[in-house]
């Protein structure tokens, strides 16, 4: 008895650690606010930040930290993400809280139209410091996802000395008809890779890359059945869609371009009339967390969490050079570039 | 006295007049509502200015006012015509062979056929990049190392490569169009030809095609406006190949921010088309009596080809090659391989592809039912719609039932994407809200293939001479009764057919789903549109091949439960 006494005790103790440490906020007010979402029980997000596999292992995250609330979501390209929010608007239905584009003038357009509603995240001090300033002085909306455009190539096809170490080796005539890029008409990563080079290199830059007749998809991602299907052998590419592949064990790799990998910020923002107001502001400090950016890394998709390091075999972002074009640079320039692609290449 | 009498006059009346008029006039405002209303709101909108929305030609200026624009046009013009011969080529021989020849190996044939008209036309794409991919393509690589030379012959990324791709996907519609046409004709009129003295070649030149012209003329045009208003193979095909359709053009005013109404005014040419082409279709008909169901008894008798026989088989063989069999064994690949880049190789070979589609994730599961269920559901709406109104028309029971049978076939020409938007437009505000629910889906479907549905139902009603009918009214039956003793059973292979024909495209509907589906209604042409262009094509073929068989198993059943002379016809016939 002397002796249960005390391991009855400790063990109780460690029980009530247990229990605290569990239900330790992961921010202030975490408690109530998930009351109140579970009384909503279910939030709809319309996503176009990464792929669906992604997307739904988020939401599986989010159904496993907040037991009882059912996340859906629909995940397409920024377009038809935002032309089905129009149309929800539109016809006043109120289908989803919390919207993901990757196209920035989105967010303009929604401020201006008064679709959003301010929320500050209780995590933000998470939020690696760089993207910060990315995020809206109003609250309205929050960088929550983080991805780059970079080099890649065919390991099969190229070896890693051969493979362009630099932006301006596609324009090398000996990758001529094999070099593989996305269509900025229809991809908000594409779009503003292009705004980003024509900065760098001016449009020069697509006239001498035309020359090299490139092979040109819709979305960036589809540079990565280019590569594995042996029809290009480098390209202009995205950074988790190419090593997800890679992790499967398809012949593909990835170089950080020395005059720097494009980074995309991608922010996020909930609707006013969101049928689940608590679910979406509890949602939205899921997106910052640390579960959530570990299932996004496991993905390899970069982390927004600054506590969150990426797996082996991919740079963390803050060792990768980066670059990438300013608010007022992608909005003017999207519209613009488009047009000029269309004349340059002829669709 | 009088009132009496008259009450029972009004009785007599009642009690003779045709019943059937009221569901006549049911459906008929049934069409109106699923056709002119979104196709309504199609045209206002393509007057009405996108901010003020006040009356405006501005969007006919937009429109046609770039060369690109009407440079897309123009080829999308000539993937329809190429399109539609290269169905003719591919699809009437092969219906004729299994129709009326002794050439073996149909069962297989008819397999294939059926195989490659379940095949989604943007799996297909996939899957022909990797067959005919200019640097990498298994056909050219093996070119290469057959004859040494340094590069292959076929390049995908062309009009012909975009061609031969949309006619592999679309030659279906030809073959069934053509076959129930051949399967009606007796070996009696053949006979008499051959008696007179004509040859084989001579008699089915001259004898048996002309009596297949309506439904190969109807075929040619549905495969014309099929391809013309395709958005998945082309956005994978043509834009690599630098160059624009319709519907790619499409997609460009739907950019943010989108120009929907400029949209609506570049689509009302195509309407025009449908117009003039079926009009053209109806006068080159009308000149001539085709029917030939007349219930007069006729055997068919098989063609005996002799030799020919197998270069017949060949033929098949080589255009079902094309269209089933070389990409399924590209997709099949890729969906039992760990990596597809790696190539083919024992230690790349898992199911776990299949395992995680199937039983890990919970969407899929949710989207395979929902795509049978809709695609079962809309197929059983349009063609009871469809015959219906074909009915009418051809036995003339309402006045101006011509137009009717345009209204059938208009929403052919619109292209899924913006019939979705239609739809959209009209069943998102009151009084029909159904966005949000499995109807907007089910009866955009219905709306989307009733003029398959139609094409079908109208050449079935039309076979049938009417005269069969008329002696069971003169006999003093009723209406019903000579649709339901007569008509019906006349009209059931057709129709099973036919529901095939409308099931099989409902399954694979893609555009307009990807615009009215919800997170509870979302079916798997949506998830393997997300994976075409996410590089994941392990995922995306492990659901494709799902798709396919499940869809094979489906038809295959319902072939059985419709009858069994279906499946004896292919086999013995």
């Given at each position: 008895?002397?002796i249960?006494?005390?391991?009855?005790?400790?063990v109780?103790?460690?029980?009530?650690?247990?229990?605290?440490?569990?239900?330790?906020?992961?921010?202030?007010?975490?408690?109530?606010?998930?009351?109140?979402a579970?009384?909503?029980?279910a939030?709809?997000?319309?996503?176009?930040?990464?792929?669906?596999?992604?997307?739904?292992?988020v939401?599986?995250g989010?159904?496993?930290?907040?037991?009882?609330?059912?996340?859906n979501?629909?995940?397409?390209?920024?377009?038809?993400?935002?032309q089905?929010?129009a149309?929800?608007?539109?016809?006043?239905?109120?289908?989803?809280s919390?919207?993901?584009s990757?196209?920035?003038?989105?967010y303009?357009r929604?401020?201006?139209?008064?679709?959003?509603v301010?929320?500050?995240?209780?995590?933000?001090?998470d939020?690696?410091?760089?993207?910060?300033?990315?995020n809206?002085?109003?609250?309205?909306?929050?960088i929550?996802?983080?991805?780059?455009?970079?080099?890649?190539?065919?390991?099969?096809?190229?070896?890693?000395?051969?493979?362009?170490?630099?932006?301006?080796?596609?324009?090398?005539?000996?990758w001529?008809?094999?070099?593989?890029?996305?269509?900025?008409?229809?991809?908000?990563?594409?779009?503003t890779w292009?705004?980003?080079?024509?900065?760098?290199?001016?449009?020069?830059?697509?006239?001498?890359l035309?020359l090299?007749?490139?092979?040109?998809?819709?979305?960036?991602?589809?540079?990565?059945?280019?590569?594995?299907?042996?029809?290009?052998?480098?390209?202009?590419?995205?950074?988790?869609?190419?090593?997800?592949?890679?992790?499967?064990?398809?012949p593909?790799?990835?170089?950080?371009p020395?005059?720097?990998?494009?980074?995309?910020?991608?922010?996020?923002?909930i609707?006013?009339?969101?049928?689940?107001?608590?679910?979406?502001?509890?949602?939205?400090?899921?997106?910052?967390?640390?579960?959530?950016?570990?299932?996004m890394?496991?993905?390899?998709?970069?982390?927004?969490?600054?506590?969150?390091?990426?797996?082996?075999?991919a740079?963390?972002?803050?060792?990768?050079k980066?670059?990438?074009?300013?608010?007022?640079?992608?909005?003017?320039?999207i519209?613009?570039?488009?047009?000029?692609?269309?004349?340059?290449?002829?669709? | 006295?009088?009132?009496?009498?008259?009450a029972?006059?009004?009785?007599?009346?009642?009690?003779?007049?045709?019943?059937?008029?009221?569901?006549?006039?049911?459906?008929?405002g049934?069409l109106?509502?699923?056709?002119?209303?979104?196709?309504?709101?199609?045209?206002w909108?393509?007057?009405?200015?996108g901010?003020?929305?006040?009356?405006?030609?501005?969007?006919?200026?937009?429109?046609?006012?770039?060369?690109?624009?009407?440079e897309?046009?123009?080829?999308s013009?000539?993937?329809?015509v190429?399109?539609?011969?290269?169905?003719?080529?591919?699809?009437?021989?092969?219906?004729?062979?299994?129709?009326?020849?002794?050439?073996?190996?149909?069962?297989?044939?008819w397999?294939?056929?059926?195989?490659?008209?379940?095949?989604?036309?943007?799996?297909?794409?996939?899957?022909w990049?990797l067959?005919?991919?200019?640097?990498?393509?298994?056909?050219?690589?093996?070119?290469?190392?057959?004859?040494?030379?340094?590069?292959?012959?076929?390049?995908?990324?062309t009009?012909?490569?975009?061609?031969?791709i949309?006619?592999?996907?679309?030659?279906?519609y030809m073959?069934v169009?053509?076959r129930?046409?051949?399967?009606?004709?007796?070996?009696?009129?053949?006979?008499?030809?051959?008696?007179?003295?004509?040859?084989?070649?001579?008699?089915?030149?001259?004898?048996t095609?002309?009596?297949?012209?309506?439904?190969?003329?109807?075929a040619?045009?549905?495969?014309?406006?099929?391809?013309?208003a395709?958005f998945?193979?082309?956005?994978?095909?043509a834009?690599?190949?630098?160059?624009?359709?319709?519907?790619?053009?499409?997609?460009?005013?739907?950019?943010?921010?989108?120009?929907?109404?400029?949209?609506a005014?570049?689509?009302?040419?195509?309407?025009?088309?449908?117009?003039?082409?079926?009009?053209?279709?109806?006068?080159?008909?009308?000149?001539?009596?085709?029917?030939?169901?007349?219930?007069?008894?006729?055997?068919?008798?098989?063609?005996?080809?002799?030799?020919?026989?197998?270069p017949m088989?060949?033929?098949c063989?080589?255009?079902?090659?094309?269209?089933?069999?070389?990409?399924?064994l590209?997709?099949?690949?890729?969906?039992?391989?760990?990596?597809?880049?790696?190539?083919?190789?024992?230690?790349?070979?898992?199911?776990?592809?299949?395992?995680f589609?199937?039983?890990?994730?919970?969407?899929?599961?949710?989207?395979?039912?929902?795509?049978?269920?809709?695609?079962?559901?809309?197929?059983?709406?349009?063609?009871?719609?469809?015959?219906?109104?074909?009915?009418?028309?051809?036995?003339?029971?309402?006045?101006?039932?011509?137009?009717?049978?345009?209204?059938?076939?208009?929403?052919?020409?619109?292209?899924?994407?913006?019939?979705?938007?239609?739809?959209?437009?009209?069943?998102?505000?009151r009084?029909?809200?159904?966005?949000?629910?499995?109807?907007?889906?089910?009866?955009?479907?219905?709306?989307?293939f009733?003029?398959?549905a139609?094409?079908?139902?109208?050449?079935?009603?039309?076979?049938?001479?009417?005269?069969?009918?008329?002696?069971?009214?003169?006999?003093?039956?009723?209406?019903?009764?000579?649709?339901?003793?007569?008509?019906?059973?006349?009209?059931?292979?057709?129709?099973?057919?036919?529901?095939?024909?409308?099931?099989?495209p409902?399954?694979?509907?893609?555009?307009?789903?990807?615009?009215?589906?919800?997170?509870?209604?979302?079916?798997?042409?949506?998830?393997?549109?997300?994976?075409?262009?996410?590089?994941?094509?392990?995922?995306?073929s492990?659901?494709?091949?799902?798709?396919v068989?499940?869809?094979?198993?489906?038809?295959?059943?319902?072939?059985?439960?419709?009858?069994?002379?279906?499946?004896?016809?292919?086999?013995t016939?």
């Amino acid at each position: 008895m002397s002796i249960a006494r005390p391991t009855f005790l400790a063990v109780l103790v460690a029980a009530v650690l247990l229990a605290l440490g569990s239900s330790v906020s992961a921010f202030e007010g975490e408690g109530p606010l998930y009351e109140a979402a579970k009384k909503e029980g279910a939030l709809t997000w319309y996503t176009a930040h990464y792929n669906s596999d992604t997307a739904a292992a988020v939401c599986a995250g989010f159904e496993k930290k907040y037991a009882g609330i059912k996340c859906n979501y629909i995940r397409t390209t920024a377009q038809v993400a935002y032309q089905r929010l129009a149309q929800d608007q539109k016809a006043g239905i109120a289908a989803a809280s919390v919207i993901s584009s990757t196209d920035i003038g989105h967010y303009g357009r929604m401020k201006k139209d008064g679709w959003l509603v301010a929320y500050r995240p209780k995590s933000l001090s998470d939020l690696i410091d760089a993207f910060k300033p990315f995020n809206d002085p109003e609250d309205m909306y929050v960088i929550t996802a983080a991805g780059l455009v970079l080099l890649t190539y065919n390991t099969s096809l190229v070896s890693a000395a051969d493979a362009p170490k630099k932006w301006t080796d596609l324009l090398d005539p000996k990758w001529k008809g094999k070099v593989s890029i996305g269509h900025p008409g229809f991809s908000g990563y594409v779009g503003t890779w292009v705004v980003q080079m024509r900065k760098l290199y001016g449009w020069d830059y697509f006239k001498k890359l035309e020359l090299n007749k490139p092979r040109i998809g819709r979305s960036i991602n589809d540079t990565v059945t280019m590569l594995n299907a042996k029809e290009s052998w480098v390209a202009a590419g995205p950074s988790a869609t190419t090593l997800q592949s890679r992790d499967k064990g398809n012949p593909v790799a990835v170089v950080y371009p020395e005059d720097g990998a494009l980074l995309m910020i991608s922010p996020s923002g909930i609707l006013k009339n969101a049928p689940a107001p608590n679910a979406a502001r509890l949602f939205m400090e899921y997106l910052l967390s640390k579960e959530c950016n570990e299932i996004m890394v496991k993905l390899r998709n970069d982390s927004v969490n600054k506590h969150v390091q990426p797996l082996p075999g991919a740079k963390s972002l803050a060792d990768v050079k980066t670059i990438r074009p300013t608010y007022e640079e992608i909005l003017k320039g999207i519209p613009e570039v488009k047009e000029q692609f269309r004349d340059t290449f002829g669709i | 006295m009088s009132t009496a009498a008259e009450a029972r006059s009004y009785r007599l009346r009642w009690r003779h007049l045709d019943k059937s008029l009221f569901v006549w006039v049911l459906l008929i405002g049934v069409l109106l509502v699923l056709v002119i209303n979104p196709l309504a709101r199609l045209l206002w909108a393509s007057f009405q200015d996108g901010e003020t929305g006040a009356l405006t030609l501005g969007n006919y200026a937009v429109a046609y006012g770039r060369w690109r624009y009407l440079e897309a046009l123009g080829n999308s013009l000539v993937l329809g015509v190429a399109v539609a011969a290269l169905c003719t080529v591919f699809g009437v021989p092969m219906a004729w062979a299994v129709s009326r020849t002794d050439m073996p190996g149909k069962g297989l044939v008819w397999a294939a056929i059926l195989g490659t008209f379940i095949m989604p036309s943007y799996l297909g794409a996939v899957a022909w990049i990797l067959l005919a991919g200019p640097n990498a393509g298994w056909l050219n690589r093996a070119w290469m190392a057959l004859t040494g030379t340094a590069a292959g012959p076929l390049d995908v990324y062309t009009m012909s490569g975009l061609v031969l791709i949309v006619a592999c996907y679309s030659f279906p519609y030809m073959f069934v169009f053509t076959r129930s046409a051949l399967d009606l004709i007796s070996s009696e009129m053949e006979e008499a030809a051959a008696t007179l003295g004509a040859g084989v070649v001579r008699t089915t030149l001259r004898v048996t095609l002309p009596l297949t012209l309506p439904a190969i003329l109807g075929a040619f045009i549905v495969e014309f406006l099929e391809a013309i208003a395709l958005f998945g193979a082309p956005a994978l095909i043509a834009l690599p190949g630098r160059f624009q359709v319709m519907t790619t053009m499409l997609w460009q005013f739907f950019e943010f921010p989108p120009k929907v109404e400029v949209a609506a005014a570049y689509a009302m040419p195509l309407l025009v088309i449908t117009v003039v082409l079926f009009w053209l279709q109806r006068r080159i008909i009308a000149r001539k009596g085709f029917v030939a169901l007349t219930g007069k008894g006729g055997e068919r008798r098989p063609l005996r080809l002799g030799a020919w026989r197998w270069p017949m088989l060949g033929y098949c063989l080589f255009v079902t090659s094309l269209s089933f069999f070389l990409p399924m064994l590209v997709v099949l690949h890729a969906a039992f391989a760990k990596a597809w880049g790696r190539g083919v190789a024992l230690d790349n070979v898992t199911l776990h592809n299949l395992k995680f589609v199937l039983f890990d994730q919970s969407t899929t599961q949710a989207a395979t039912i929902h795509t049978f269920v809709y695609g079962g559901t809309s197929a059983a709406f349009a063609l009871g719609l469809a015959l219906a109104i074909a009915y009418i028309v051809h036995r003339r029971l309402v006045p101006f039932g011509g137009t009717l049978s345009y209204i059938a076939m208009a929403p052919f020409v619109i292209p899924g994407i913006v019939l979705a938007i239609g739809f959209y437009a009209a069943y998102t505000t009151r009084p029909l809200v159904l966005y949000g629910t499995a109807w907007i889906l089910i009866l955009a479907f219905t709306t989307r293939f009733l003029p398959i549905a139609y094409a079908n139902s109208d050449a079935a009603i039309r076979s049938v001479n009417p005269e069969l009918e008329d002696a069971v009214r003169i006999l003093g039956g009723s209406r019903r009764l000579a649709m339901r003793r007569v008509l019906a059973p006349l009209l059931k292979r057709g129709l099973a057919g036919a529901f095939i024909l409308v099931f099989i495209p409902a399954t694979r509907e893609l555009s307009s789903a990807i615009f009215l589906y919800t997170t509870g209604t979302q079916v798997l042409s949506v998830l393997l549109f997300d994976k075409s262009d996410e590089g994941n094509f392990e995922i995306l073929s492990s659901i494709g091949l799902i798709l396919v068989v499940i869809t094979v198993v489906l038809v295959m059943l319902g072939f059985r439960l419709v009858g069994r002379d279906f499946m004896l016809k292919r086999t013995t016939a």
